[in-house]
C-alpha cells in the first residue's frame, strides 16, 4: 500500500524490495513544457476500456474529478466491441470481443462486479449449455465422440485439482501440458485434442504448452468458484458494452473524456506527466494511469520517456498475450446442428474448432448466424490472410462436416484482427509458466510517482477476465487517490532484480 515514512526499514526487512522508485530524468525541453504551461488535468487515465472506465468512476467516489479518459477509439469500452452484422433487412449486432459474464454469485457469496453492472443496466443475457448438448463432428461428417468429450472435462477438473494440489506444498509450477500429462491425460487422436482444445484453449486464449498450469488452475477456480459456474453470454442488441457505457453515462461529463486520440509518447518527470497525441496534440497532468493492453506494451506501439526501467520491462515480456477470434457467416437458410454449441475434430489442433449457432430460439431465430472461433496461433495465421481466402477455408470445414449438404455462399463475413490491431495486440493476458509472482507485482507497480498501470493482466487472482479488468481499475485508482489526497507518496512495491531461489548449477 502506501506510504509516506521512511524506506529505510522495509530496505533492511527485504533488500531486493524497492517501494516506488525515484523520478528518471526526462529531456529538458519537455521538462520545460511541464513547468511553464498548465496541466490540463489531475490524471489522465490512458484507455477508456472496463479498467480506464471503473478507475474514473472510483476517482470520481473518492471525490476527484480532475482526470480524463484519453481513449483512441470512438467510443468506449475497450475489448467490449460488438459489430452490426448481416445483410441489409437481417442485421444484428455480434460481439467480436468479450461476450460472456464468467461467474455470477453463489446465494449471499462474492457477486461478480460485471454480473452486478449487467444486472443493472438490464442486458440480455442466456446461460450457455457448455457441457450439455454439444454436437460432435470431424472430416468425415457427423461423429459421435461424446465419450472423449464427457472425459476431456474430468481431464481438466484433475488439472486444477492436481495443481491446487502442488501450491501448498510449494511445488513448482510447470506449463499446463506438463499438468496434463502428470495427471494421466494423453490426447493422441483428433477427438481428444479437439474436446481438450474445447476445455482448455478456448478458455485462455492460448495453448497448455504457452500457459502456466498453476495460474491458469487458480485464475480458472477465483472465477468459477468464488463466483458461480455460470457462463452468460450477452445477446443484447445494445451491445454487451453497455453495461459499461451506460456506467460511464452517471458520473462522466463530456470534458472529462477524449475520443478519438491516440497516445504515441508518454513523457515522466519529478513535475508530472506529459501525453503526445498522433495528431500533434499534447495532454498535461500531475498523473497517468496506464490501461494499455498488454500486447500494446510489448509491442512498443507507445513510446515513454524516460524508457521504463529493467523491472517493468522485463515483467511486460515475461507475460505473453492470447488471441481469441471469433468468426461470423450469414447464410441465406440454415443447415447445420439445432444445438447451440458443435465441437469440429481435424487433423491439426486448433483449425476451426468451436462452433455456435445464433440461429437458435435462445438468441436470433431466422438471423442465419454461425460462428466458429479459433485461437492463438491459429488467429494470428488467419489475420496474415485475405478474407476470401479464410472464408474459403470455412465453407471447406463446413462441406466436411456436412457432407450432404449444398453450402450456399455466406451473405456476410467478418472477423476482428486482434493481434494486427496496433490498439489491442490480441485479446487477453495469458500467464506463462516461466512468469513469476515477481513479475506479477512489477507489471502492476507504478513507475515512479507519476506513472501507474492497471488492467486485465494486472490482476494475479483474474488475468484474462472481465472483472479481472474492473478490480484492477478499482484497487489501482484507490491507491492513485490516496496518493493524490495524501500529498504524495512513494507507491506500489515492486522487485528491483527477480532471481532465483537457488544458483544455476552449471559445474
Same mark, same amino acid.
Given at each position: 500500500?502506501?506510504?509516506?515514512? !521512511? ?21 529538458? &525541453?519537455? %521538462? ?14 490512458? &484507455? ?13 467516489? #473518492? ?38 459474464? %464468467? ?22 443475457? =442466456? ?18 465422440? %461424446? ?16 495443481? &491446487?494440489?502442488?501450491?501448498? #506444498? ?21 477427438h481428444k485434442m479437439a474436446a481438450e482444445y474445447y476445455q482448455f484453449d478456448w478458455e485462455f486464449g492460448a495453448t497448455p504448452e504457452e500457459t502456466s498450469w498453476l495460474a491458469s488452475s487458480w485464475a480458472h477456480n477465483n472465477t468459477f468458484r468464488t463466483f458461480s459456474h455460470e457462463n452468460l453470454l450477452s445477446i443484447d442488441q445494445r451491445g454487451f458494452k453497455a453495461l459499461i457505457l451506460e456506467e460511464a453515462d452517471t458520473f462522466l461529463s463530456q470534458k472529462q473524456v477524449k475520443l478519438d486520440a491516440i497516445v504515441t509518447t508518454v513523457h515522466t518527470s519529478e513535475e508530472g ?44 515480456h515475461s507475460m505473453s498475450m492470447g488471441t481469441y477470434t471469433k468468426i461470423f457467416l450469414q447464410f441465406p437458410e440454415r443447415f447445420w446442428f439445432d444445438t447451440e454449441i458443435a465441437l469440429y475434430a481435424d487433423h491439426e489442433r486448433g483449425r476451426y474448432p468451436i462452433w455456435q449457432s445464433l440461429d437458435h430460439e435462445a ?27 479464410? %472464408? ?47 513479475? #506479477? ?17 494486472? !490482476? ?6 472481465? =472483472?479481472?479488468? =474492473?478490480?484492477? &481499475? ?10 493524490? #489526497? ?7 512495491? =515492486? ?13
Open positions: 500500500m502506501l506510504h509516506q515514512t !521512511s524506506i529505510l526499514p522495509l530496505l533492511l526487512l527485504v533488500a531486493c524490495l524497492k517501494v516506488g522508485s525515484l523520478a528518471l530524468p526526462i529531456s529538458s &525541453g519537455a %521538462q520545460s513544457v511541464l513547468d511553464i504551461k498548465p496541466k490540463d488535468a489531475k490524471v489522465l487515465i490512458l &484507455g477508456g476500456g472496463v479498467a480506464g472506465v471503473i478507475a474514473a468512476r472510483t476517482l470520481h467516489e #473518492q471525490g476527484i474529478d480532475d482526470f480524463i479518459i484519453v481513449e483512441a477509439r470512438p467510443e468506449l469500452g475497450g475489448r467490449m466491441m460488438s459489430h452490426e452484422f448481416g445483410a441489409p433487412g437481417n442485421r444484428w449486432t455480434v460481439e467480436v470481443g468479450a461476450n460472456w459474464v %464468467q461467474g455470477t454469485q453463489t446465494r449471499d457469496g462474492p457477486a461478480n462486479p460485471i454480473w452486478t453492472l449487467a444486472k443493472k443496466y438490464n442486458i440480455s443475457l =442466456h446461460s450457455s449449455d457448455f457441457f450439455g448438448r454439444v454436437a460432435t463432428y470431424d472430416y468425415s461428417g457427423p461423429v459421435d465422440f %461424446q465419450d472423449v468429450f464427457q472425459e476431456s472435462i474430468k481431464d481438466f477438473d484433475r488439472l486444477t485439482a492436481l495443481a &491446487g494440489a502442488r501450491v501448498p #506444498q510449494r511445488l513448482v509450477d510447470m506449463n499446463a501440458r506438463s499438468g496434463y500429462s502428470l495427471s494421466g491425460a494423453v490426447p493422441n487422436s483428433p506527466v506529459l501525453v503526445a497525441l498522433a495528431d500533434g496534440s499534447e495532454l498535461r497532468a500531475d498523473y497517468a494511469l496506464c490501461t494499455f493492453s498488454l500486447g500494446v506494451l510489448q509491442h512498443d506501439d507507445v513510446q515513454f520517456v524516460p524508457p521504463l526501467p529493467p523491472w517493468k520491462l522485463e515483467a511486460i438468441f436470433f431465430p431466422g438471423c442465419g448466424i454461425l460462428f466458429v472461433t479459433v485461437t492463438g496461433d491459429f488467429s494470428r495465421r488467419i489475420e496474415s490472410m485475405e478474407d476470401s481466402a479464410v %472464408q474459403a477455408e470455412i465453407l471447406s470445414v463446413l462441406q466436411s462436416m456436412f457432407p450432404e449438404a449444398t453450402i450456399p455462399e455466406p451473405l456476410d463475413f467478418y472477423f476482428q484482427r486482434w493481434y494486427s490491431d496496433p490498439l489491442f495486440r490480441g485479446s487477453y493476458s495469458n500467464w506463462p509458466a516461466n512468469y513469476l509472482s515477481e513479475h #506479477q507485482i512489477n507489471l502492476r507497480a507504478n513507475v515512479n510517482e507519476r506513472l501507474w498501470f492497471a488492467g486485465e493482466a494486472t !490482476s494475479k487472482k483474474h488475468f484474462g477476465y472481465l =472483472h479481472g479488468a =474492473h478490480s484492477e &481499475g478499482r484497487d489501482i485508482a484507490l491507491t492513485l487517490a490516496e496518493c493524490i #489526497q495524501g500529498g504524495g507518496c512513494l507507491g506500489l512495491e =515492486h522487485v528491483d532484480r527477480v532471481r532465483n531461489a537457488l544458483p544455476y548449477d552449471i559445474a
